[in-house]
């Protein structure tokens, strides 16, 4: 229904002259984007990159390295708790998911001072710091699923691919800019100024959040004027009802199918970040810091090459983008399995390690792409998180699998298991049909509308 008259062609010229408006402006949109997953990159790169390669430095094994990679990141497999909540719970005057960013970004800051407050970290005591990356990582995984949503909400299905590219550089750029810079300050400063370091970087990213908003009218602040943009699909559904249509959309076939597919490539990934800093260590002969260094400028390089291939994947299509980077990622880890002769190559290390880091990047913007088209509007959020947490609970169940033998393995075995996860992945993605998803969707969209009153 259009409004008429003067009230309605007041607020049509105030909206006009607002600024820094999500729905407004697609390069504020891959700008802010980008940004907030650069948020998220902030912990990856301390918690991923650089303290694992300062544990291998300071003589863990493989199998402690696994250890404490799948209990630090396992928050990021309890996503799907958060979605509902955002789903069932809003703040509509500040926007659909723009609160639920800010708490979490928040909330990211202090872990952050907390972290520091504890002093400098010992390796042979390694519990209370443990618990404390298990908290950075609960934010950062909350903020995840918010940033999510709202990028579901607001982003144009055609603008998914270059968001996602955009969204996947973020986070690359962060994590491998502080994985370097975390990675150098560790063994000079220690962990609290290195962890102040993180929050100030965060804080500053939590201004953007505070000062965008998603769609004309709305709040800033809670205290700011502003109210909630009209919607169509924002009906409140209870609980019940947000996990009976989440239930019905998860259990589709492609829907199964593409969590297939990224629980094994997020195995492989659980299993990689145990075995390639002390595989650099050990037999590349590299130091801590200098891995860091390295498997950051390889991130930004990959990040780089995404963003502009992001254009690339809307036209040709996410799956098969996503199929030709798995199949040339477990080529990479064949490789280096089978031809050991050669790593103290370092020409052959880096062209490996540089494939494979862009073919990783590639696979991490087309299937997010493809997770969010299976999306249903009225459930995202939720549907969403629950795609991401299993995948980030793929990668944990990776780590805690892989500790019990990784000691008993060689690295030519540990990249042989890698290429065949890969590849397995691949050949399961060649049944995957959009269409037909697209199809199935429908039917169950179509009672809802009748249900709800509205028309289809």
């Known amino acids: 229904m259009q409004r ?14 607002e600024s820094l408006i999500l729905s407004e402006s697609r390069w504020l949109r891959f700008g802010a984007f980008c940004a907030f997953y650069f948020a998220q990159g902030v912990p990856i790169g301390l918690l991923s990159v650089a303290i694992p390669a300062w544990l291998a430095q300071e003589g863990a094994t493989v199998g402690d390295l696994a250890r404490f990679a ?9 996503k799907l708790i958060a979605g509902p909540f955002m789903d069932r719970f809003k703040f509509l005057p500040m926007g659909f998911r723009r609160p639920w960013v800010m708490g979490a970004q928040g909330g990211l800051v ?112 809670p205290w700011t004027p502003g109210e909630a943009a009209a919607r169509g699909e924002v009906a409140e559904l209870g609980i019940v009802d947000i996990f009976r249509d989440l239930v019905r959309v998860l259990f589709l076939p492609m829907s199964l199918l593409l969590i297939a597919v990224e629980f094994l490539n997020r195995v492989r990934d ?10 650099a260590v050990d037999e590349i002969g590299v130091t801590a810091a200098e891995y860091s260094q390295f498997i950051s400028l390889l991130g930004l390089i990959a990040a780089v090459v995404g963003v502009l291939l ?27 399995g089978l031809l050991t ?91 995957f049909d959009q269409a037909s998803h697209t199809r199935r969707l429908g039917r169950l969209m179509a009672p809802s509308r009748v249900s709800s009153g509205v028309r289809a």
């Open 4 to 17: 008429n008259g003067p009230a309605a062609s007041s607020r049509q010229q105030h909206y006009g002259r």
């Open 70 to 78: 799948a209990i630090v990141s396992a928050p990021w497999g309890f």
């Open 110 to 221: 202090v872990s952050f001072l907390a972290l520091a407050a504890m002093g400098d970290m010992d390796p042979e005591f390694l519990l209370p710091f443990m618990a404390m990356g298990f908290v950075i990582n609960a934010f950062s995984a909350t903020q995840d699923v918010a940033v999510d949503g709202m990028a579901i909400d607001i982003l144009p299905e055609g603008e998914r691919g270059r968001a996602n590219a955009f969204m996947a550089a973020g986070q690359v750029a962060g994590f491998s800019a502080y994985g370097a810079l975390c990675g150098t300050l560790l063994p000079l400063v220690g962990l609290p100024v290195t962890a102040l370091v993180c929050a100030v970087t965060v804080a500053a990213i939590f201004v953007l959040v505070a000062v965008v908003r998603e769609r004309p009218g709305e709040r800033r602040l």
């Open 270 to 279: 659980g299993i990689a970040v145990a075995v390639l800093p002390k595989f």
């Open 310 to 336: 992001g254009p690339l994947i809307d036209r040709q299509g996410a799956k098969r983008f996503l199929m030709l980077s798995l199949v040339v990622s477990a080529m990479c880890h064949v490789a280096a």
């Open 341 to 431: 002769e050669f790593w103290q190559d370092m020409v052959f290390i880096v062209v490996l390690y540089l494939v494979g880091a862009v073919a990783s990047q590639l696979i991490f913007v087309a299937i997010i792409a493809l997770f969010m088209n299976l999306c249903w509007t009225a459930v995202a959020a939720t549907q969403f998180s629950v795609y991401m947490a299993l995948a980030n609970v793929s990668r944990t169940v990776g780590g805690l699998l892989f500790a019990p033998v990784a000691d008993e393995l060689s690295y030519s075995q540990d990249f042989l298991i890698m290429g065949g996860l890969l590849g397995l992945a691949a050949l399961s993605l060649v049944f």
